[in-house]
């Protein structure tokens, strides 16, 4: 039996019916829900935290908890509310967490503020256990294309900004959010 095709692309259809395409696990669905709303959940960030980096990682996270906790969405806001609301509290917690960090950071003695631990001095076991984590990575990265692992890598370990990952792998901003979206819901 063919396989039925929606009615209307992804990107014109309602809140309502990519909301129901979310919940049949529809990429598509997701990616143009994400599209549409982007800009302004990460404009909604960055008044509050005020960078770049930061307005972008709490984007991502908002975005993720909207992909996990559909279910929970019951149409009695719209569905940018709700979307607002997932994003209030993740800049929340990211505020809370800073403020914590600056605390610690604050009342830390000048001596432990310098590393001691390296992969030189560490245990056999957690080198073992190091190079497991990192094969599981490096396998479950080897199910997307090169240049989404390179993204990744970009993005996670070398820290670049969004934009500049964006030029050096000659794709689109959203592209390259899309592409971490897909990635960091492999590796978790």
């Not at 696990?25 to 930061?54: C, G, H, K, T, W």
């Not at 396998?139 to 997307?144: H, P």
Request: glycine share 4%; net charge positive; with cysteine.
């Amino acid at each position: 039996m063919p396989r039925k095709r929606p009615l209307h692309p992804p990107l014109l259809r309602s809140d309502e019916e990519l909301v129901e395409g979310i919940r049949r696990d529809s990429e598509a669905d997701f990616n143009a829900l994400y599209e549409r709303y982007f800009q302004r959940v990460y404009s909604f960030a960055f008044a509050r935290l005020r960078n770049r980096a930061d307005a972008e990682e709490v984007v991502q996270e908002s975005f993720t908890a909207v992909f996990r906790s559909i279910d929970a969405y019951r149409g009695q806001s719209t569905l940018l509310c709700w979307i607002y609301g997932i994003t209030k509290n993740n800049v929340n917690n990211h505020l809370r967490r800073a403020k914590s960090h600056e605390l610690r950071v604050e009342r830390a003695e000048p001596g432990m503020m310098l590393g001691t631990a390296s992969l030189d001095t560490s245990t056999p076991e957690e080198q073992l256990s190091l190079r497991r984590y990192q094969e599981s990575v490096q396998k479950l990265l080897s199910n997307v294309a090169d240049w989404q692992t390179e993204v990744f890598w970009l993005r996670h370990v070398e820290n670049l900004p969004i934009g500049e990952i964006a030029l050096r792998v000659r794709r689109s901003n959203d592209a390259v959010r899309s592409s971490l979206y897909r990635v960091k819901r492999l590796l978790v």
